[in-house]
């Protein structure tokens, strides 16, 4: 299965704690895309990066999110001293291009559910 | 501020009728839409797309119409299956790879 690739699937956090999301993107593709679903809202977008590089952070918190995709491995979105308002559905998505109007879609991962208690 | 509003959070249809849609949007900048779908416990998967171009696009059994005069797009499903029932989201985009989402309409075909 050459999809998008997230884990963990489901995240528990006490408050103040550490949460350490991962994706992998589709085979061939260089580009990922960081969104969140809030309950009862739709996605929205966070980050989107490629290979050791952010090329837009307009959508993340200033403080306490940050997001890297190395030259290795997968994609890392982190959020330090999580609060209970962190818990969400955050999802990845990847595309072969940073066009992906041009020559294919945002394919999405399953998405990782966050629960901070 | 929602660019892009489903003002419908759920839709029940029987099966074998018609399964209609509906998004609206404020920006006059976007010019590329797009469906997904999602099932519970998965993430969206890209259903079809349309750009301002167009005011029709076919896939199937899935079409979608573009008025933007009206600032609205339309999702229609013929015939609706049971295995349609999901979430649906509209997104628009103003060409760059950043995609406004709208918060959903659930569908429910009943067989």
Redesign the interface.
């Known amino acids: 299965n050459a999809g ?1 690739m ?1 884990n963990p ?1 489901h995240l528990v956090r006490r408050r103040g704690q550490e949460a350490r999301l991962r994706c992998s993107p589709m085979k061939g593709h260089s ?1 990922v ?1 960081w ?1 969140r679903q809030l309950p ?6 966070m980050v ?1 990066l490629q290979k050791e590089n952010i090329i ?1 952070e307009s ?1 993340m918190p200033k403080e306490r999110f940050s997001a890297e995709f190395p030259k290795e491995g997968p994609s890392i979105l982190r959020i330090q001293q999580v609060v209970r308002g962190d818990s969400a559905a955050y ?1 990845c ?1 990847s ?1 072969p291009t ?4 041009s020559q294919g ?7 990782t559910r966050l629960t901070v208690t | 501020d929602q660019q892009v509003k489903q003002n419908s959070p759920s839709l029940s249809v029987q099966e074998g009728r018609i399964s209609i849609l509906n998004c609206d949007y404020t920006n006059s900048m976007f010019d590329y839409f797009l469906w997904y779908k999602k099932y519970p416990a998965e993430g969206p998967t890209f259903l079809i797309s349309i750009s301002s171009i167009k005011d029709k696009n076919e896939d199937g059994r899935f079409t979608v119409f573009l008025n933007k005069s009206a600032k609205h797009l339309s999702l229609h499903i013929v015939p609706s299956q049971p295995g349609d029932s999901a979430v649906y989201f509209c997104a628009a985009s103003d060409g760059s790879y950043k995609y406004i989402f709208g918060t959903g309409t659930r569908l429910k075909v009943l067989a």
């Open positions: 998008v997230q699937r580009h895309y969104y009862e809202e739709g996605l929205k977008f989107y837009d959508g999802f998505a595309s940073g066009q992906p109007f879609e945002q394919y999405f991962g399953p998405g």
